[in-house]
């Protein structure tokens, strides 16, 4: 009874285009793929791998699509593997054991060797409840599905796009004050505000980056130009306002971690898991500060 949940993120714009998708152990990295293209808006008819981390063509282990496995001769197209396995015959399971794959570990994929679309996964979650047989499925995204043969190979940006309701008519179009953000919460429909990233100026204390609670939905923002972007929401409909808020802290903490997983991969770095601590502190100080430090 294993499944995991893995987040898929389109490498050239990894905010604007991700999905989430659970597969359970048992299934093939094939069919993982499968679903993967699917989700994305990719088809099936050019060559594949599953590789390390973000390593791409310098992955040590790749996990070759059947079709390439089984035909290939002579040098391989990938440049000195040290191992090449066949992503038909090797489960998720297997995958995961044998890259010792943990909380928040990537994988990384490529399809179409002449276009070349990436794409890497960090593994969200292990559930331990899930049947191991689960067929891959998605679960959340956000962004439309690329188009396999538009000549930049980019999805539109989503700077644009209008935030839901009622959020629309709550925020205002670019950074707001801490005190003018707290005071939300005198609104009948607004539950929690929880300032995460708050910049001092010589006009005050002015948020980039907060969550949100409803009665029934919650949400983490971050001031992108020209202005808010959702970057997560949680559904809260069947939960009492504490689990629900619970949950929101949860996938700020996560929001928190693939920040630093971005970061790392734009400058060649990896993060402490101290970095990612010191992120939390304004989300830590706010829970205490309504009576929810247990969460």
């Not at 090797?90 to 995958?95: A, C, Q, S, W």
């Not at 989300?283 to 929810?292: I, Q």
Request: proline share 4%; with cysteine; glycine share 8%.
């Amino acid at each position: 009874m294993t499944a995991y949940r893995f987040r898929v993120k389109f490498d050239r714009d990894p905010t604007a285009l991700w999905r989430d998708i659970v597969v359970g152990a048992d299934r093939t990295i094939a069919e993982f793929q499968t679903a993967i293209n699917a989700a994305v808006g990719l088809g099936q008819d050019h060559l594949w791998f599953v590789g390390t981390d973000e390593d791409y063509w310098n992955s040590d282990v790749v996990y070759q699509s059947p079709r390439e496995y089984e035909e290939s001769s002579g040098p391989n197209l990938l440049t000195g593997p040290q191992r090449t396995e066949n992503a038909g015959a090797v489960t998720i399971g297997e995958l995961t054991r044998q890259l010792g794959l943990e909380q928040y570990d990537r994988i990384c994929y490529v399809y179409d060797y002449g276009d070349e679309w990436r794409f890497y996964a960090i593994l969200k979650e292990i559930l331990n409840d899930e049947p191991s047989d689960a067929e891959p499925g998605v679960v959340n995204g956000k962004g439309d599905a690329v188009d396999q043969y538009e000549p930049t190979h980019r999805t539109e940006t989503v700077d644009n796009e209008a935030l839901p309701d009622p959020l629309g008519s709550v925020l205002p179009d670019t950074a707001v004050p801490v005190a003018d953000l707290r005071a939300l919460e005198d609104r009948d429909d607004v539950v929690h505000v929880i300032p995460l990233l708050s910049i001092e100026t010589g006009f005050g204390a002015v948020c980039e980056r907060f969550a949100i609670q409803f009665a029934e939905r919650g949400y983490v923002l971050e001031n992108f130009q020209p202005g808010w972007q959702v970057v997560a929401d949680v559904d809260g409909s069947d939960e009492t306002a504490e689990d629900l808020l619970a949950d929101l802290a949860s996938t700020v903490r996560d929001w928190h971690a693939e920040i630093a997983e971005i970061s790392g991969a734009m400058t060649g770095q990896r993060f402490a898991e101290g970095t990612v601590e010191a992120m939390h502190v304004e989300l830590d100080a706010e829970l205490e500060r309504k009576g929810y430090g247990h969460l």
